[in-house]
Nanobody, 129 residues
Framework: QVQLVESGGGLVQPGGSLRLSCAASGFTLDYYNIGWFRQAPGKEREGVACISGSGSGERTTYADSVKGRFTTSRGNAKNTVYLQMNSLKPEDTAVYYC????????????????????WGKGTLVTVSS
């Protein structure tokens, strides 16, 4: 069974940084598309960042709300993807999820969750006021 586990969440002050990790079990993550999503209390799920698989050029896409502050990348280990979050704001507070799938039809579709077949359980990021 495909499993994804997020880690790296915690409490951080505004302007600080965190790095989230998404680790896969049961498959080689390098071949898959990876999306990062978040959901804050009382709000809809928001696509944050996507990176396409090795067969799709490893293209990255970011939501306007995080562009220039967040970066997603693949580690040397083929089962790990990172989300580096800099210049954090209180409105970034949310549970962050990683998700994966084999179908990729562009960054906008990825940020909408299209093609994301497997999801992690999330990690909480809290940015103080």
């Amino acid at each position: 069974q495909v499993q994804l586990v997020e880690s790296g969440g915690g409490l951080v002050q505004p302007g600080g940084s965190l790095r989230l990790s998404c680790a896969a079990s049961g498959f080689t993550l390098d071949y898959y598309n990876i999306g990062w999503f978040r959901q804050a209390p009382g709000k809809e799920r928001e696509g944050v960042a996507c990176i396409s698989g090795s067969g799709s050029g490893e293209r990255t896409t970011y939501a306007d709300s995080v562009k220039g502050r967040f970066t997603t990348s693949r580690g040397n280990a083929k089962n790990t993807v990172y989300l580096q979050m800099n210049s954090l704001k209180p409105e970034d507070t949310a549970v962050y999820y990683c998700a994966t799938g084999l179908t990729y039809h562009g960054g906008s579709y990825c940020l909408a969750g299209f093609g994301m077949d497997y999801w992690g359980k999330g990690t909480l990021v809290t940015v103080s006021s």
